[in-house]
């Protein structure tokens, strides 16, 4: 799997970094900004579950080099704009793209503190609206490069069902998940965020594969919904792992510290789990160690006491282990290649990292 | 054209307000916003420039229904975050769509105030990008609509270039104008923002409907060249006619107090032109009436005054005219007929209105 993933990374950072379309954006800041995230390399997971679903099929995986960058792009307008709603400082230690340019806005003009770090805000969202335009350009390129054009129509249209709208649904729904009081969510609610949110976008991967592999312009054909299916599966059961490793392993694998959920009080399936079987002593200790600016040794035993005797702790590892099998067993109903096992290969190692 | 542009515009209505895409959307007060703007009517100008553009080379004016409608969402999307941006609070009298969200948020969730007008305009950055992807779906569907699959994509991707890219580039350009100081702006400069921001969406117009027409998938065709140069010479005349109405006419055309210009001292080519050609003297007294919250009418007398003796109100409407006259000219290098007149018409209109 990972001399593959090399490969694919390499062609996606070669693909974007010499891209022409953002090339005549202006101002140069503005420029910058829309290439900053797409060109800061990472594992490329999402353009890698494109190309393998591709190849899965006996697809060419060299049609599906376009989509997948498209891909990635798109994923990264959704962080810049991610960034500026969470008010996230930094993505994996560097700078996020509104703060970069609140950065560029205060050294080129004459603002007061406040009006340069709503202009830099101001910038990051056109960033990320070239990002979105970009990504689609990305994408109805796919038709110069090998894929039909009825097929990038039919592409395109998934994109924006799926990438565009239920990704963001599923966004929107944690926003307001993030302002809700806890005792009124469910852990219902809260998965079908993370369809949206984390499943969406690895949806349309492997559906896209799928579609570009068969020539195939309708996704409800079985072997595109089944992918489908996979992703979706594979996705929520990577989070709920990770929400698992945010509060049980050594570091949260986003880069943030660990406890971090807990101190935004943030409504994963496993808090609310506890908090509604926890006893009520148990209960009322975990909220009031909810939101709290850091977390000692003592208060993270504590917490992860209530999240193991309240057996939200099982419940979580038992449902991302079913799904991730799951997914795997989806994965088993087509042919064995080396494409089916860079993708078990990949659910495996999203699920059984310790950190 | 009167009655041309109620036929389109009630079809517009009528697409728009029982699409399927927004359907969908979570939570409703989200879904509420996509919709919001899309369906509060107006005259539907750009639809039916694309519109008239495919009945003007011979085209099926059926086909041009969906990227005409995909035209007007898209216009949409950039209204939602240029508002943001502007932090205008009423468009035409309406609230912005972030005040209208920031309410709900008020209204539903226990938060500081702070926090409500965050969040608002945090939902309203999600709105305008969900309206993009309904833009883009609805261009899409254009293949199902009597677009062939390879125009179609070439739409798609004429799209991204103009509409989103050159846009959001003029945008970008004219936030940049609005925090930089006065004196080093130059007439080109604002020239580049407005060929940007106001021409390129309708270029896209006039090119989408003569590839639609033509079925052709090369935008640098001599017929799509030359309807795309009419469009932004028509656009750019009509917007220089529009500063110079913000300051001689009786109200602004777009429902803004007269003078609204010059209180946020906004670079106009009028402005800069007159900054340059006034005496000293009157360019001393022009910048001090710059920036004020209202307007007497003896200072707008007085900004007149210098307008005019500057030579600035006569060389900003020569330009209009002459932009008029050229793009006139372009059209009337097409065979006549009842698209024609009403682009024609369209033109007279948008120039010569008084308020």
Redesign the interface.
Same mark, same amino acid.
């Given at each position: 799997m990972i001399d593959s993933l090399r490969k694919i990374a390499a062609d996606i950072d070669n693909l974007l970094a010499n891209d022409t !379309?953002?090339a005549?954006? /202006?101002?140069a800041y =503005?420029r910058e900004a829309v290439l900053d995230y797409p060109i800061r390399g990472g594992k490329r997971l999402r353009p890698a579950l494109l190309v393998w679903s591709c190849g899965l099929l006996g697809g060419d995986t060299d049609a599906a080099l376009y989509p997948a960058a498209a891909v990635e792009v798109f994923h990264n307008w959704t962080l810049v704009?991610d960034d500026?709603?969470d008010q996230d400082t930094t993505r994996r230690g560097v700078p996020t793209c509104h703060v970069k340019l609140t950065g560029q806005?205060r050294a080129n !003009?004459?603002?007061s503190e406040d009006?340069a770090v709503r202009?830099g805000r101001? !910038?990051a969202?056109?960033a990320?609206? =070239?990002q979105?335009?970009?990504a689609?350009?990305l994408l109805?390129?796919s038709?110069q490069h090998g894929v039909?054009? /009825?097929v990038?129509?039919a592409l395109?249209?998934n994109?924006?069902?799926l990438?565009?709208?239920?990704l963001?649904?599923g /966004?929107? =729904?944690d926003? /307001?998940l993030s302002?809700?009081?806890l005792s009124g969510v469910t852990s219902e609610e809260i998965r079908r965020m993370l369809a949206g949110k984390t499943g969406a976008l690895l949806r349309f991967c492997t559906e896209a594969g799928a579609m570009i592999a068969l020539k195939e312009t309708d996704p409800a054909r079985d072997e595109v919904v089944r992918l489908g299916e996979f992703a979706v599966k594979a996705g929520i059961a990577f989070q709920l792992r990770d929400d698992y490793l945010g509060i049980f392993g050594n570091f949260d694998s986003l880069g943030k510290p660990l406890g971090s959920d807990l101190r935004e009080s943030k409504a994963t399936v496993m808090l609310i789990d506890a908090l509604r079987m926890a006893t009520a002593a148990d209960r009322d200790r975990l909220l009031g160690l909810l939101g709290r600016a850091e977390y000692s040794p003592a208060e993270m035993s504590e917490v992860r006491r209530i999240m193991r005797e309240s057996g939200a702790a099982a419940a979580n590892e038992a449902e991302s282990g079913a799904l991730a099998e799951q997914a795997r067993n989806i994965l088993r109903t087509f042919p064995d290649s080396v494409y089916r096992q860079n993708m078990l290969d990949l659910v495996n190692y999203l699920i059984n990292r310790e950190r």
């Open positions: !379309f953002p005549t954006v /202006e101002p =503005l704009h500026i709603i806005t !003009f004459a603002l009006n202009t101001d !910038f969202i056109l990320g609206d =070239l979105q335009g970009w689609n350009d109805l390129r038709a039909p054009a /009825e990038t129509v395109g249209r994109l924006q069902k990438a565009n709208r239920d963001i649904t /966004e929107a =729904l926003v /307001e302002i809700r009081d």
